[in-house]
């Protein structure tokens, strides 16, 4: 097991929101809630302070700061999907609530945090062994919100858009 763990800050959210993170991936559960023992900047005794989960077999920490705190694109998770069907999946439930999309497969999910939702071929066709398909995949990527699988790779290997 890594020594180590994100640690997520939140307001008053923290349980909320790993409980929906680990509604998403399997290898996912909440591991331990810890509560305040006395009033804290996090919240009155017997409020939850911290959350510890394991989200996709990565440990995370959850914590109530008690104020807002803004995440921004620099620090992001990235989920590989192995198919469109998940992405589609995954995509829509991070949006819910409130989410906004961003483009090449960036999202912030509704407590503002970053997510790829990157689909496993999309190495083979940015990295492929014909330069000139990495390229018309890549400008294809460039120009989508979601990815999309067929899309990336008809970009590949040179066929129009259906």
């Keep these: 097991m890594s020594k180590v763990t994100p640690c997520l800050w939140?307001?008053?959210?923290?349980?909320?929101?790993?409980?929906?993170?680990v509604s998403l991936l399997p290898e996912s559960r909440?591991?331990?809630?810890q509560r305040n023992s006395t009033d804290s900047p996090g919240g009155k005794a017997g409020t939850v302070l911290v959350v510890e989960f394991t989200l996709?077999?990565?440990?995370?920490?959850?914590l109530n700061g008690g104020m807002r705190m803004d995440y921004t694109h620099a620090v992001s998770f990235k989920i590989d999907c192995a198919d469109q069907a998940e992405v589609d999946r995954l995509w829509d439930a991070l949006l819910s609530g409130g989410g906004e999309p961003?483009?090449?497969?960036?999202?912030k999910d509704r407590y503002g945090l970053s997510w790829q939702i990157v689909p496993t071929a999309l190495p083979k066709y940015l990295g492929g062994d014909d330069r000139a398909g990495a390229a018309r995949a890549m400008q294809a990527m460039l120009k989508?919100?979601?990815l999309d699988i067929e899309g990336l790779r008809r970009a590949y290997e040179g066929q129009s858009a259906a």
Excluded: H, P
Excluded at 56 to 62: D, K, N, V
Excluded at 102 to 107: A, K, M, Y
């Design 10 to 21: 939140f307001a008053s959210e923290a349980e909320e929101a790993a409980n929906f993170y």
């Design 30 to 33: 909440i591991d331990t809630v």
């Design 56 to 62: 996709g077999g990565q440990r995370f920490m959850a």
């Design 102 to 107: 961003n483009r090449c497969g960036w999202l």
């Design 144 to 146: 989508m919100v979601k």
